[in-house]
């Protein structure tokens, strides 16, 4: 987890002079405006996590195509995340822009969900988690480009056609896999195995996802639940393939409760902006 | 992991009208996934609307060796090129 930074005499002056208001960065943020900075940076984070890990790959797939592939949608994801972390700090309006928002946050301020930040592990692993992932992610945005606010409407409308191809490659490599050698069988079904307990997760609806929900903002996660459902068994069954049973689910990652993964990302992501800030080349 | 998948040769159409051109080729397990690897590897950067694979074993090649009788009796047949014309400016797929 990346060390906080050390707070200077004139950090200390700024805090005295605003008095013990909660408002020692940021001015504070109206609630309305408060709820929607929260789901933008789970949109937002969601992607840029994601991101990172594939990026992890960089010269380390099976073969140069998949390389590319893995590269590629690494960078879809990114994107969107550019997009969302940017819209989030002009709705913060705390004069942190996007940036700021992805290198210079500390761990507990992430609020990705706990799938995007599970390990590599195999690629088979990697395959799993882009599948069960891409497939809620697509679902998720088609609604969003229905959305109240117009521009987490325009980003999904962007997103879809990535986010499409990511469940499509995904899936195609589930099949392939599970229906593949006793090797690959054994490897994707440890893959979705691994990945299983983080799918509640992302159907949760806390209080935040409830609120963007009523005023047509955010997506019903829950209206979606069956077709994720289908379609993942689809898969699975193609794959030759058993559903994994359900286990206890882990939830948390949207409050900023996350596994230790999540730090040793955001270590090597975040070292240079927090090491040499603004820097530039 | 590559070497054991067949090779594929990759042809894209880079905008409606003009034909798809051999661009390289991917190596990948079967036809669908050759498709993709090709549209990740070849058209990232907005090269095509379109994209053909074909299995590399596939193409019927010329035999190097007869490189002699097949090309070189056109080298001194000038007259078969329609340089003697003159091509209006603007058009610029010829």
Known sequence: MPSLPPIRPEDEAVAKVRGNTGAFDAPPVAEEDRVRF?????????????GQRLSEYCGHAPSVEVDLSLANMGLDLIGQATHFLEYASKVEGAGRDGDAL????????FRNCWLVEQPNGDFAQTMARQFLFS?????????????????????????????????????????????????????MKEGLDWNWRFIPELFEMDEIAAEMTS????????????????????VIEQATLEVPSDQRPILGGRRGHHSENLGHILAPMQYLQRTYPDATW | MSKDWPLWEVFVRSKGGLSHRHVGSV?????????????????????????????????IASDPAEDGPMFEPAEDKIYRHPTFYNIPDGISHI
Do not use: C, N
């Open chain 1, 38 to 50: 929260d789901y933008l940076l789970r949109l937002g984070d969601d992607s840029l996590i994601l």
């Open chain 1, 102 to 109: 992805a290198f210079r946050r500390d761990v507990l301020d």
């Open chain 1, 135 to 187: 497939t809620w992610q697509k679902l998720l945005f088609g609604q969003l480009t229905a959305s109240a606010d117009e521009m987490i409407a325009a980003i999904a409308a962007k997103a879809v056609k990535e986010v499409t191809y990511h469940e499509e490659l995904s899936a195609e490599w589930v099949i392939r896999l599970g229906d593949g050698t006793d090797e690959s069988r054994r490897r």
């Open chain 1, 215 to 234: 005023r047509g903002i955010g997506a019903d996660v829950g209206s979606f639940r069956e077709e994720y459902d289908r379609k993942v068994r689809a």
């Open chain 2, 27 to 59: 190596h990948a397990p079967d036809a669908e996934i050759a498709v993709r690897h090709a549209r990740d590897t070849y058209t990232r950067r907005m090269e095509g609307v379109s994209l053909w694979v074909v299995p590399s074993a596939q193409i």
